[in-house]
């Protein structure tokens, strides 16, 4: 399991049809319950760019396509199909300025696109808001279990603990997230 993984567990909280759970978190993100959504779905769109040459003066226009896949895209029911892409990110390799590129991108087939980033890294947050997106940050507890003895043990962040029992550094797992927590940075 990965925390991407987890997180993506507690937002839509499933029930046994895969449909949005009662306590799913992705019902703070979009104000609804009544919602489908698609777990990367990839899609694409066309770019129209214009170039401009130098010496002879030239205009030309090109379309490239871009490729997106979000983490999740959510279509409104209640709101003629409204699309909204959200992109999730973890706490393991975060890179802001890769992130920001990316969700440009999906601003071109999604003009409502939002971020979810770690509470740890909300001091980037207004970067997000200053180029229009909305930005929530998350924070949860993991699970990790011993490989070697199998104890559980709670620890927020991404390092795997020290194993009270074996007293060492051992190979943990992540095996659940626990009091995963989202709120709007505004």
Not at 99 to 105: A, C, D, E, F, G
Not at 154 to 183: D, F, Y
Request: charged content about 35%; glycine content about 4%; aromatic content about 10%.
């Amino acid at each position: 399991m990965t925390i991407d993984d987890e997180l993506i567990y507690e937002l839509i909280k499933p029930n046994k049809y895969g449909e949005v759970g009662k306590d799913a978190l992705i019902v703070k993100i979009v104000g609804t319950r009544k919602i489908n959504y698609k777990l990367e779905e990839p899609t694409r769109y066309w770019e129209i760019r214009e170039i401009t040459g130098s010496i002879p003066v030239r205009q030309e226009i090109t379309q490239e396509a871009v490729k997106i896949t979000p983490d999740i895209t959510v279509t409104l029911l209640h709101e003629e199909g409204k699309k909204i892409a959200i992109e999730l990110e973890n706490d393991i390799q975060w890179d802001f300025q890769v992130s920001l590129r990316q969700v440009k991108k999906y601003k071109g087939e999604f003009p409502d696109t939002r971020v979810i980033i770690p509470d740890e890294y909300k001091r980037f947050a207004p970067f997000y808001k200053h180029e229009g997106f909305r930005v929530w940050l998350w924070k949860a507890t993991r699970v990790w279990q011993c490989m070697r003895c199998g104890k559980i043990t709670e620890k927020e962040g991404p390092l795997e603990p020290k194993c009270e029992k074996c007293k060492k550094h051992t190979r943990h797992r992540l095996i659940e997230v626990k009091n995963a927590e989202i709120e709007e940075y505004t």
